[in-house]
DNA sequence: GAAATCATACTTTTT
DNA sequence: GTATGATTTC
């Protein structure tokens, strides 16, 4: 997985004490947390002190004192974090640390861990993982079932519906809540979820309910991971075996874990392991996934662990520091640092004030292609938002302009309906338990809606034998039409998982496309663009090593960016980021631009009432802000126009976000909206929107 | 009885 | 663009 690189001097030094570490430049901040000695040990690393080098530098120092790699866990926040720290660790302390550390998501670790001891909990471990959307999924499946049965039961049928329920997404985000946070889900929906308290039975039954269809269909979410984790502490003879797994366990970022995260460390520590664990309780942005700060601030006590600090700025310039410093001084509770830069470098941030939207997708345009001017290269440059669609305006007069982009988080990829409907297909695959992937697949065929599908699943599972087989010849009870299409859709499921096309995922892939492209085709105009998108997922596949890992993959670690299973095609080419807040963390920029500086946008109008969401959008704001290392740019928008119905075009003022302090604002330089654009039309080619806007610009000329 | 169709409302952040 | 709930069609 990992290339090979030449050993450094690091490695070559030698093992004995004091000079493991003799070819890194650390600070000596750095080089304590590296070389620490002792029990558990908190790093808390302000943005930009270089953590990553920490961390990796402790890494080379545990090796290099003769600890073994195998018995070294690396627990971080994303894959690609683990994959960079295992090679930086390779390139400085040698081929084995990345050969033989664990490393990885706490869910990935819990699916290798589960792969293996499953059976120790009675798990089969050929199950399948079901991501979200899948949970989210199965939890719509159920709930219809129990309010069928619930009005067939006789009665007089049940009060009409008027009350929009919580959507099948709200209840896998109370229900993951609860599991992470081991809160009952009659606290949780109160205090989260107001709005659902009146149907908290039903939500009650039917978790109750998915849970015991997980388990028939042998599938886990990805709370089900870190559950089935902490039970195997538990499990007969498994259990002190896996405890004492490992005598190092290295946490990064912290403050973004969870409850039943710290439980698991807390488990791990009871087995002999020293955990280090690093992260910054400032840049707590996860609160909504049930993360919770006081993991990071109670660690100390709990751990009884020894604090390092790390408050010198290796990215920003002194000025960007003191702006970001002043901003999350008034956050109320953290741990006391205060960051400073030995960088050179004098610019102070830009607040630019824009008239409206329209305004700052061409004041962020011009700034952008002013810096790759001076010789900034867009690479090295990045535009920040809130939500993904804030950044739909600035796409589109980016496309105008022929500026290259690759935008990382809000919509993504595997979201797309066709995409799910291959996704689902390959499953079956793999697991033909898997009701929900029959459920969505069926309904593909025309004539086919739930009840019909449920029927099928229904009778195709019943005997406990392969659903396919059973569905090839003989579909229960459908008429002839419908039953030859589901037995089509069987075969093909039968013919790929074959043992002759089983191990080549690539093969298996392009034999459910051949059912399942001319459905797409069928249901979408866009029919092109729609396999396109399927013929990059199987060119993904095919270089995966088997069906069953590229699907694990896929839920654990999904294609974080638009373009990013496309391959090397933009690999070399100068491509601007664009990046949602949180999908930016842990990264950084020569150059960032930061939108929507507007109360409403961040803080979200979503996160309005309680103080604690208000604080974590706060945070929110310095990590976007602290993503830059010599130029940063915020930019607020005055005025919104909102487009109502296609005709209506309401407008409204905004105001600059309230955590932009008069203290804050002390820091920075201020800049008026941009010029207004050219004149002439032909020449400046805006977008749609901000060609309104450019209208309404003339017409107010006019009127003067 | 079930599926297709229409109207309407709502769209944060992600392992 | 998508999910839901009500209405119409098969």
Known sequence: MFAQTEPTAALTAGPRRGEILAGWRLTDEQRAAATHDGGHLLVVAGAGTGKTTALTARLAHLVGSGCDPGRIL??????????????????????AVARQAWGGTFHAVANRLLRRHGPALGLDPSFTVLDQGDAAGLLALVREELADVASGAGGPTAQPRRRRRAKPETMAAILSRVVNSRTPVSTVVPRHFPWCTAELDDLKATFAGYTVRKRAAHVLDFDDLLLCWQALFEAPGAGDELRGRFDHVLVDEYQDTNALQADLLAGLAAGGARITAVGDDAQAIYGFRAADVRNILDFPSRFQADIVRLEQSQRSTPPLVAFTNAVIAEAPERHEKQLWSARSGAARPALVTCADEGAQSAAVCERLLNHLERG?????????????????????????????????????FLEAAHVKDLVAALRLVENPRDEVAWSRVLQLIDGVGPATARRVVLAATAGGGDARIALVDRAPSLAAGLAAAVGQLATALVDAASPALVGRAGAQVDRVRRWLDPQVAARHGDAAARLADLDQLAAAAAGASSLGRFLV????????????????????????TISTIHSAKGLEWDVVHVLHLADGCVPSDMATGDDAAIEEERRLLYVALTRARDALYAYVPLRYHHHRRGRDDAHGYAQRSRFLTPAALEHVDHQGAAPVSDPDPAASAPGPAAGLAAVDRRLASLFE
């Open 376 to 412: 900034t290269p867009l690479r090295s440059q990045a535009v920040l938002v809130r939500t993904g669609h804030h950044s739909d305006l600035l796409e589109l007069e980016l496309s105008v302009r022929g500026i290259p982009y690759v935008k990382y988080g809000g919509l993504r």
């Open 74 to 95: 690396l627990l971080t926040f994303s894959r690609r974090a683990a994959a960079e720290l295992l090679q930086r660790a390779e390139a400085s302390a040698g081929h």
């Open 553 to 576: 993959e896929l839920a654990l670690d999904p294609p974080a960016s638009t373009g990013d299973l496309a391959g090397p095609p933009l690999r070399d080419d100068d491509v601007l």
